[in-house]
């Protein structure tokens, strides 16, 4: 099963290099133009939390820039929350166990 999720997780498409700007200067509070010299748009790699782009610094230094995929910080506010009820279940009428404790 492992291998097979594995499988799934490696072949997540890229999101499209506008989300990736804007998401960069979202979150660094610049535009790109102001942050690198050149910032290439297809990115050299991407997975289920993000991806991957080539950049050059003002200084001349090659660098990658990371960016998460949108939505995730939602994904994984839900994710969290159904784990806590989930926990919340298992804890009930048995008071040697405090999965919410480990949550």
Known sequence: FVEELSKLQDRVP????????????QDL???VSTLFRSFHRRP??????????RAVLHTGEEVVVKVQRPGL???FDIDLNNLRILAEQLDKGDDNRDFKGIY
Do not use: N, R, T, Y
């Open 73 to 75: 910080k939602q994904l």
């Open 29 to 31: 509070g610049q535009p």
């Open 44 to 53: 050299i790699a991407a997975a289920s939390l993000g991806q991957v782009h």
């Open 14 to 25: 890229a999101f499209s290099a506008q989300k990736a700007e804007v998401i960069i200067e």
